[in-house]
Structure formats: C-alpha cells, structure tokens
C-alpha cells in the first residue's frame, strides 16, 4: 500500500512526464522554418529583384538556389531572416533549405516568373500573378511589426540615405555602376506616389510625362520628329530604362547591341545593312570601334537612334537617305 500522500505524488509525476514529452513532441512538429516572402506562382517585374523573408525557428544555416544554383549559405543570426535575390528572365525555381550541422532540417520551393518586354520569355503562364506588396488595406501584418510601410515626411527630401524609409528594404536597386539621379538621392517621392490603390508607391502607365518633367530637353527633341522609336512613341522609357540603376550607360537594361536584339531579332547575326562584291559581305553591327567615338564599341546606335529621327529608320546625324548617313563615316 501506499502512504498517505503518496498517491498524490506519483500522479504530479505521472502528469509532469505526460506533459514533458507530449510538449517535446509538439516541438518536434513545428518546421524549421517558413518561407513568408514571396507568395507561391508570383510575378515580378522591374528588375527582377526579389526579397526572400524567412522566419526561422531551428537552423544554423539557409542554403538558397536560384534555378539549380546556390546563390548562398547564410547563417542565421535573426529569427526572421531576409535574403535579396536577383532572378532570371521568365521562369526561376527558387529552394532554400534549413541547414544543421550539415543535415537539411526542411525545404520550401518558390515557383516565380521573372515579366519583361525585353524578354523572349514574354508570356506569363497560368496560374501566375502579380502580388503588389505595398497594397493600402493588405499590409503584412508580420512586416509592419519592424517596417514603416507609410510615407514619412524625411521621404521627401532625406538627408541622407537612412532617412528614407524606403532604403531598408530596397538599397539593393542601387547596386551598379550607373545611378540615376533621383535614386542616388533616395528621393523615391519624386517618382513613386504614395497616394495611389490598391498599392501605394505606384507610377503612372505610361511613365513618359513622368519622365519629361526632368528630361525636357529629350521631350522637345522626341515630339519635333516625324518618326519615333516603338517605346518613345508609347511613352515606355522603362522597356529599355531601368529607371534606379544599371551596369550600363544611360541606365539601359542591357548592353546596347544585346538590348536592340532582343527585339529585332532577325539583327542578331551580327551582320547588318546591304551586300556588296562577290563574297556579300554585310556590314558589321559589333566588335569594332565606333568611327565617330572611338572610345566605345560600334553598335546599332551608331547608326540608329533610339528614339526618334527625322528618317523613317531611325538614323543618326539628319541624315535622310543611305549616301548621307555612310559618308558621315565613309567621307573618302
């Protein structure tokens, strides 16, 4: 028999390990982490930038692959966790995985579509859509406890760059060579409204007035011509423009020859305008000095403007027919 109050004992006992495992099991069943940021089958476009957010319970590392490769191997010093990756045009599989102490603890997969015109990946599949992230009455309830998500009086004219609410989140666009203006000053206002819905910070469709209210003197140039390039004449600087940054001059999306073919693919061989002799040999549209800026490549834009022109193809220098524009090289 027991003694008196031994009874009682041995059921705390029995209640204490009953408790103590059956909370460990429930520990066990919580995932290593949770990929909160972005949303299954998302569309992005711009520049292609894309902002993994992972609240994290147990891992020392996050291993990330962007399309099959591992694009890092951070290690987890916060419980929510960002990590900035730059994706493909079109398609892209993103993985990250929780890592301890080399064994995968979980696994979450992204399916994204990178949408651009440039692109020749231009249909978005089914299924997929574009989430803005700025949305007035859908803020995320988890990025509004650390973010300021509203418009702050600083974001007007910042000081500096850490005043502006904006640069947390999004100094990554300034990463290149080649800044614009009103974002090396991290005057996002100047550009992005913070009154438009469903998703503040939007700008307008299509951006040229936008544009023409620093840029007036492409503005006079562009509405004096008779012919206008495809995106000038629809007011689209953005199709070839990345309007914060870019490794290229004039803040291109692509190098110059590679953006022009994109789209005018049929140009791509590299060799260009009439044949002459008997080898019909064309001229070449790269990989040469420009003879009227020798300090850069030949590309289509020796010849060609960009945005509009006085001839109906396009060409530099006032030149209205093909002897005009070859003798501005060819003089001899």
């Known amino acids: 028999m027991l003694k008196e109050g031994g009874g009682r004992k041995i059921v705390r006992l029995i209640l204490f390990f009953l408790l103590l495992f059956h909370g460990h099991g429930k520990a066990s069943d919580d995932p290593a982490f949770t990929l909160l940021h972005p949303p299954q089958r998302s569309t992005f476009t ?16 996050l291993s990330v692959r962007l399309n099959g490769k591992v694009q890092g191997k951070p290690r987890v010093t916060e419980r929510t966790y960002h990590y900035t990756l730059r994706l493909d045009f079109g398609s892209n599989k993103v993985e990250v995985e929780a890592v301890e102490e080399k064994k995968i603890l ?29 949305e007035t009455k859908k803020a995320p309830k988890k990025c509004v406890a650390c973010h300021i998500l509203e418009p702050q009086k600083t974001d007007r004219a910042p000081a ?6 904006c640069h947390v989140c999004h100094k990554g666009l300034l990463q290149f060579r080649q800044v614009h203006g009103p974002a090396a000053l991290w005057n996002c206002l100047a550009c992005h409204n913070p009154e438009t819905s469903p998703a503040r910070y939007a700008t307008p469709v299509p951006v040229r007035d936008l544009c023409y209210r620093c840029h007036t003197d492409q503005k006079d140039y562009f509405f004096s011509s008779p012919y206008q390039h495809g995106p000038t004449a629809t007011g689209m600087c953005t199709i070839c423009h990345n309007p914060h940054a870019s490794d290229n001059e004039f803040w291109l999306k692509k190098p110059p020859w590679d953006l022009c073919t994109t ?16 080898s019909g040999d064309t001229h070449p549209t790269r990989g040469r000095p420009d003879p009227m ?31 005009q524009l070859c003798q501005t090289c060819h003089n001899k």
């Open 293 to 323: 800026k020798p300090e850069r490549e030949f590309s289509c834009r020796s010849c060609h403007n960009p945005h509009a022109s006085k001839a109906p193809k396009l060409w530099n220098f006032n030149a209205t027919t093909y002897m």
């Open 106 to 134: 979980a696994k979450e997969t992204r399916e994204l579509f990178f949408f651009s015109v440039i692109a020749k990946e231009k249909e978005i599949p089914p299924g997929f859509v574009q989430i803005p992230f700025h």
């Open 160 to 165: 500096s760059p850490s005043e502006s609410s």
């Open 46 to 61: 711009g520049t292609g930038l894309v902002h993994l957010v992972v609240e994290v319970s147990k891992a020392a590392h």
């Open 263 to 278: 789209c005018h693919t049929e140009k791509a061989s590299g060799r260009h305008v009439i044949a002459w002799g008997p």
